[in-house]
């Protein structure tokens, strides 16, 4: 059940706020710059950097190149002209591809109904819709409601364009109380059902609303889960009714779209051309930044330049995969000459072991073997099994003895297994592909990664977006440096990090 709020203002507040807004609402427009960003992208890996680079990022071994598409938009009527990219902290440029925004847009106007003597402000609110309506293009399609006690549709979306404009021009005024948020969540239920690769709610009145069992936090949650952006055309018939205004343009201020007082009583505010649909309804579009960094978070800053002279910028958090493991294959087996005798035929755990190393799965198939020392004993005999357990120890020694060990992560639950750290990028989740695979279906398919931080000497753990997140000693953490004895916990996973301070320094 929604709270219920009436949305009433004792005169000397009134008063109060129009003695300090007043003056500057009509014109007050912060620009703001917004993106939605697609999570990183690997892609081919590129060519080695120059001799002699001192970028760390080009430094950087795994060579891979990342990209990240971001649709940007702005809050304000403008045109845009070019987007700079570079990540935080950095001085240096990256390579941005900026596509202006060419996609199907779906726009829902919902005029707000006054008393019929107020005629003077309707009309000009009503020459506006069909004003902004006029670019009748194949990619944008328009309806219109009014907004009273109940939403009322005025021009459906496949209405001509002389038919939209006649019934709009023929909507009149009625006394009856404004159902304002109320109308707004019907207006977006029925936008989310229509396709449109941009979707926008515009709302022009006053902002009155008679309310008393919707609020303003549902049509907003309402609008994001729809991919609705609201906009917020002011029209009032007196200078005591501006300060209503903030109703409607919170909305627009939260969904990031365009808020503009246009006419309080017989003054004009704001101007509405022939370019508002491009500007302010369908203002930017794609960026694709090329990116070379190593795994981990990272703060992604873009800078958007418009026809005006003006520029706004805007930071992205986000996470930058780690790079696959690339396997040799491996080298053919060589057939025997004639004055070599052929080699003996592998024994089946010799078999099953050679598998094992190519999957890496070695500790598991040595584990599983050793811990079934009492079946072996009855099924070969002693000496028998005896002989293929050593065996395979020497094999799981021959594996692991030549590479280093940079830490282990130590399982607290279940059957007390250890993992060594042993690449300094170590993906952990509940797929296969993972270096560390932990079948747990708390675990997500890609869950975190380690990577180890050369210039502090240390791993840190980044969560990937899995549903359970990471949580180190206790705390819930997007990136985190890990310490010898830290506990992390990774949904129903417990594990213990130990540092090999030999290995790391």
């Not at 703060?299 to 040799?328: C, K, Q, W």
């Not at 695979?437 to 708390?442: A, G, P, V």
Request: proline share 6%; aromatic share 6%.
């Amino acid at each position: 059940m929604f709270r219920v709020r009436r949305h009433l203002l004792a005169p000397g507040t009134i008063a109060l706020l129009l003695s300090g807004l007043a003056p500057c609402v009509g014109n007050a427009q912060d620009t703001r710059l917004l993106a939605q960003c697609t999570a990183p992208q690997l892609v081919t890996p590129a060519a080695p950097p120059p001799a002699g680079s001192d970028d760390p990022a080009l430094a950087s071994p795994h060579g891979s190149q990342t990209t990240v598409s971001c649709n940007l938009w702005a809050t304000d009527a403008v045109t845009f002209k070019g987007v700079k990219a570079s990540i935080k902290g950095r001085t240096d440029r990256l390579d941005v591809q900026f596509e202006p925004r060419n996609q199907t847009l779906v726009v829902m106007f919902l005029i707000q109904l006054m008393d019929p003597g107020r005629r003077s402000i309707m009309s000009p609110m009503l020459d506006t819709v069909v004003k902004i309506a006029e670019p009748r293009e194949s990619k944008r399609r328009y309806a219109a409601y009014t907004i009273a006690n109940d939403l009322t549709m005025v021009a459906d979306f496949g209405a001509s364009k002389s038919d939209f404009d006649k019934s709009v021009r023929a909507v009149r005024g009625v006394a009856l109380p404004t159902q304002l948020y109320k109308g707004a969540l019907e207006a977006i239920a029925k936008l989310a059902k229509e396709k449109g690769d941009r979707k926008a709610l515009v709302i022009l009145g006053d902002g009155n609303s008679d309310d008393t069992s919707y609020d303003h936090e549902p049509v907003v949650k309402a609008a994001k889960d729809a991919g609705v952006i609201i906009h917020a055309l002011g029209f009032a018939a007196e200078a005591s009714d501006q300060p209503k205004f903030q109703y409607i343009r919170r909305l627009a201020e939260e969904t990031g779209g365009f808020r503009r007082e246009v006419r309080v009583g017989s003054t004009q505010k704001y101007t509405i051309g022939n370019q508002f649909v491009a500007e302010a309804l369908e203002n930017g579009g794609t960026a694709t930044v090329s990116l070379r960094e190593p795994p981990g978070p990272a703060t992604l800053s873009m800078t958007a330049d418009f026809s005006n002279g003006r520029s706004e910028s805007v930071s992205y958090a986000i996470t930058v995969p780690a790079a696959p493991v690339v396997r040799e294959p491996p080298a053919p087996r060589q057939q025997p000459t004639e004055t070599e005798p052929a080699a003996a035929p592998m024994a089946w755990y010799e078999k099953v072991f050679a598998w094992a190393r190519e999957n890496k799965t070695v500790a598991l198939i040595s584990g599983v073997a050793l811990g079934l020392g009492t079946i072996g004993l009855s099924l070969f005999g002693i000496s028998s099994f005896g002989a293929r357990r050593a065996r395979l120890a020497e094999l799981a020694e021959e594996e692991q003895g030549d590479r280093v060990v940079y830490g282990w992560l130590d399982m607290l639950d279940g059957n007390a297994s250890r993992y060594p750290l042993q690449t300094t990028n170590v993906r952990i989740g509940r797929h296969r592909d993972n270096d560390i695979c932990l079948l747990n279906d708390s675990i997500s398919r890609r869950h975190a990664v380690l990577h180890f931080d050369a210039d502090k000497r240390r791993f840190v753990i980044t969560d990937l977006g899995g549903g359970n997140g990471v949580i180190v000693n206790k705390i819930k953490q997007q990136s985190h440096d890990l310490n010898d004895g830290d506990l992390v916990e990774l949904g129903e996973v417990r594990l213990r990090f130990r540092a090999n301070m030999e290995a790391v320094g």
